[in-house]
């Protein structure tokens, strides 16, 4: 695992927390996982994770799905494989309504969150609070851009309403900004700085150098990169998209299958505070053994 760079005087010193300095041993540990790419992401988790979580003392464990299935949208089946591997909550994006089986996750998982700026009355849930026998609750909060996507309702205005409501509940708040633009990704978590632990990026699938912990204790990554093939164009087969740029027809976009990487980030946040002590980015690789099991 790479070891993050300090940052203004808070950065993660140590791998996993394993020096002194990286913090109270009564700190919850966060781990953000990074959009999870078709089967070879999948696999990454099943891999990867559970020494992940072992290695670093992960309390929580939250991914985004919405690739999960094929490289676009997920299933009850793909989620169910996530959950098997130790994902605690999963969160998605505008590959939301991709393939028809999310429906049914909509309507019956409660650790399944969509883009709460949907328009009131979309089905499924846009934040939920979560707790482990033993640990403090977590809330979570899943928005989307609009910058470059579809016109949802204003996350700027959405978001922060429900980060108070949860604030409520419990101090500890993870936000999943999944969104095309790294201003607007950036603008949301300063409004959100000393209201929530986290705001973290998705759906670039470039894992982005910018972790830090804003003055107010919020800590925060552009975006966490994906989980998945890495030997590709964002997970996806080289030829065909090299092939679309040049000639400008359809092509189609298989998921690539070749240097299957985990990445995201882990997070160490105060339970009584909710402020974040550290970020630290996650890049751990499958091996060539593993992934051809």
């Not at 883009?115 to 849930?125: E, K, R, S, W």
């Not at 964002?234 to 027809?249: A, D, H, M, N, V």
Request: some cysteine; proline content about 6%; charged content about 20%.
């Amino acid at each position: 695992m790479a070891r993050a760079p300090e940052r203004d005087g808070v950065g993660w010193k140590g791998v996993c927390g394993a020096c002194p300095d990286a913090g109270s041993l009564s700190a919850m540990t966060l781990l953000f996982i990074g959009d999870v790419v078709g089967a070879p992401g999948r696999k990454a988790l099943r891999v990867l994770l559970p020494g992940i979580r072992a290695r670093c003392g992960v309390d929580v464990v939250v991914a985004n799905g919405e690739n999960s299935a094929g490289g676009s949208g997920i299933t009850q089946e793909t989620a169910s494989e996530m959950f098997a591997a130790g994902v605690d909550l999963i969160t998605s994006g505008d590959h939301l309504w991709d393939q028809r089986e999310v429906m049914e996750l909509l309507l019956k998982e409660p650790r399944f969150l969509r883009p709460i700026n949907y328009p009131a009355g979309t089905l499924g849930q846009g934040s939920t609070v979560w707790q482990r026998e033993g640990l403090p609750s977590v809330g979570v909060i899943n928005a989307q851009g609009r910058s470059f996507m579809a016109p949802l309702e204003n996350p700027f205005v959405v978001v922060p309403a429900e980060v108070e409501r949860l604030r409520r509940i419990t101090p500890i708040i993870l936000v999943d900004m999944h969104a095309e633009a790294t201003s607007e990704k950036i603008a949301l978590a300063r409004m959100l700085d000393g209201q929530v632990s986290a705001v973290i990026g998705t759906h670039t699938h470039v894992q982005t150098a910018d972790e830090q912990v804003f003055p107010g204790g919020t800590a925060f990554l552009c975006d966490a990169g994906f989980t998945g093939p890495h030997e590709s164009v964002l997970g996806r087969e080289i030829e065909p998209i090299i092939k679309r740029f040049r000639t400008c027809t359809p092509q189609r976009f298989a998921v690539a299958k070749n240097r299957v990487l985990l990445q995201g980030a882990l997070i160490r946040i105060d339970p009584e505070s909710g402020k974040a002590l550290g970020i630290q980015r996650v890049s751990e690789a499958l091996s060539v053994a593993a992934g051809s099991e």
